[in-house]
């Protein structure tokens, strides 16, 4: 591994950690999203050579602590035509000359690379620039430039996530928004408090403490379940293309993850990478949503690890471990459809049953029946009751249910043997 420190005009220095193939774009697109910047509007250089998008440390010969040099481009990439009007704005990835800020001369005269990342980035909140915006075209045209970003930093951009989320409504309204190009708010290391929310129907309580997922198309990301945590719960209510993932949710007062389809409108969320753990009721409760949840883990929650229901309610769980809840792991209820996949799907240590299906809910595990999906959980591993189905699904797309071997009795067959539990 390479130590490579890219320094800008100013002397400041940004090292990244890199092997000899990896390609020097890479690290380019990373140090231009913490300048909160466009790429395209910075020059790399390498002992005064413009560096290929396609380089590597390997082509370029760099050894390890070797500097990369980083300009703002200033100029535009060829002269407008004669008597044109020039009217781009100076925070356009060419970045000609701006409109004047002040009347007085030493204002105008600080450099535009000056202005954004040594007086915007640290200073200047979005919430704040949304304001300033309307006083001055120097700083609309700046608002425009961050609106082109699509991303919203906590804290650096905004204070809190409830802002962010705010901010995230009024940055969705751009038609540029979509599910290729989602409004992203990166959240940093650290504990992140969410103030409550009551949802306007009164149906969520403030007292739950959830903050309401506003608008489609949008990602939140961290930088990892154990070192960004949210503390509260999300509330999803027909959204759709909405993504969490990389951070650990923490809410002593609900739900960790509340995704719920309302007046015939499905939410389509995917969580990747995300713990959800010691929240008061359930991990994640899922009514009337497609939801897939990806190397997640639902733990240490006073209630179900995830407890799903209703016909329209579909869930995909890969390689996702649910253990050390107060309650049963996995629930599916009134004909919600769960499927699990991925050799590392392990439920355990359940104080209630490993995997229960209830009132047709279905629960098809696309592992073999070998595979040891349900153990060690205080209640039954495997439980059905009230024509709820568990099944492994074999490769050829039949269906092998599991016998008991104290009675001998299929899963379906035992359904009958108990049938008053109240989840």
């Not at 092997?19 to 774009?25: I, Y």
């Not at 198309?217 to 909405?242: E, H, M, P, R, S």
């Not at 951070?247 to 969320?269: A, I």
């Not at 996995?330 to 355990?348: E, F, P, Q, S």
């Amino acid at each position: 591994m390479l130590n490579v420190r890219i320094k800008d005009s100013h002397g400041d220095q940004t090292c990244f950690q890199l092997d000899s193939t990896t390609k020097l774009s890479e690290i380019f697109n990373s140090y231009a999203q913490k300048l909160v910047a466009d790429v395209t509007s910075l020059a790399f250089t390498f002992d005064g050579v413009p560096i290929d998008d396609a380089a590597t440390p390997f082509s370029l010969e760099l050894e390890d602590q070797d500097q990369i040099d980083c300009r703002l481009i200033v100029e535009p990439s060829s002269p407008p035509a004669k008597r044109q009007k020039i009217t781009a704005a100076p925070f356009a990835a060419s970045l000609p000359c701006r409109t004047l800020l002040s009347s007085f001369r030493w204002v105008n005269n600080v450099p535009e690379l000056i202005w954004v990342y040594k007086i915007f980035n640290p200073f200047l909140d979005l919430k704040a620039l949304s304001t300033l915006r309307r006083c001055n075209t120097f700083f609309e045209e700046y608002w425009q430039h961050v609106l082109k970003l699509n991303i919203i930093r906590v804290p650096e951009g905004c204070p809190t996530m409830n802002h962010a989320m705010d901010l995230a409504f009024i940055f969705s309204l751009r038609k540029e928004c979509t599910k290729e190009n989602p409004v992203k708010i990166v959240v940093g290391e650290g504990e992140h408090v969410m103030v409550a929310e009551g949802s306007p129907d009164g149906f969520m309580r403030t007292f739950d403490n959830f903050m309401h997922v506003s608008c489609d198309n949008i990602t939140v990301v961290g930088k990892g379940k154990g070192k960004t945590t949210i503390l509260g719960g999300f509330y999803v209510d027909g959204k759709q293309n909405v993504n969490i993932e990389q951070l650990g949710v923490t809410n002593p007062d609900g739900h960790g993850l509340f995704c719920q389809g309302r007046d015939y409108s499905e939410n389509n969320v995917d969580v990747m990478e995300c713990s959800f753990k010691k929240c008061k009721y359930n991990g994640m409760y899922v009514e009337s949503a497609t939801v897939t949840a990806t190397q997640c883990e639902f733990m240490e929650n006073g209630s179900f690890g995830v407890m799903v229901q209703c016909a329209k309610t579909k869930i995909r769980l890969n390689d996702c471990t649910i253990h050390h809840n107060g309650n049963t792991g996995l629930v599916a209820y009134n004909r919600a459809v769960v499927d699990l996949h991925g050799t590392k799907t392990d439920i355990h240590s359940n104080e209630g049953n490993g995997i229960w299906a209830e009132d047709r809910g279905q629960v098809n595990i696309h592992l073999p029946s070998q595979h040891n999906t349900s153990h060690d959980n205080v209640g039954e591993d495997r439980r059905q009751t009230e024509g709820g189905s568990i099944a492994n699904i074999n490769a050829d797309g039949t269906f092998t249910h599991v016998v008991f071997e104290d009675d001998g009795l299929t899963d379906t067959d035992a359904e009958t043997t108990d049938d008053d539990g109240d989840y």
